[in-house]
């Protein structure tokens, strides 16, 4: 490659990785609050800017939620297959899916907090 088609190339990657920057960074928002939903009721919520650990009973025993840095998982739950806990960390700006234990029948998931 010719030197100019480097720098073109440096530019491009260097313009890419700002935007994913400043997308991944996107400012803390506090309209929002995580909900913690046991079959068709909202058990509990949470601000999810607060570090906190909880528990929640389940169907099946119920589980454990950490909550830090604006982000929240589940640490332990008491079901067969542990698949809540291995979806990992989700924050305000992973909303795709809610952090679902269907044995324990809880869905955890981020709502906008009414104003």
């Known amino acids: 490659m010719k030197k100019r088609e480097w720098i073109i190339l ?14 991944h960074q996107r400012p803390q928002k506090s309209g929002y609050t995580v909900a913690v939903q046991r079959g068709d009721t909202i058990v509990q919520e949470f601000d999810p800017l607060k ?12 589980l454990d939620v ?10 332990h739950e008491k079901c067969p297959n542990h698949v809540c ?16 234990c269907i044995p324990n029948n809880i869905i955890i ?3 906008e907090s009414p104003e």
């Open 10 to 23: 440096g530019v491009i990657v260097l313009a890419a990785a700002a935007a994913l920057f400043f997308l």
């Open 109 to 111: 998931y981020l709502k």
């Open 66 to 75: 950490e909550v830090k840095e604006g982000k929240w998982h589940v640490i």
């Open 51 to 62: 570090d906190q650990t909880f528990h929640v009973d389940g169907d099946v025993g119920g």
């Open 85 to 100: 806990a291995n979806m990992g960390w989700m924050g305000i700006s992973d909303t795709i899916l809610p952090i679902t």
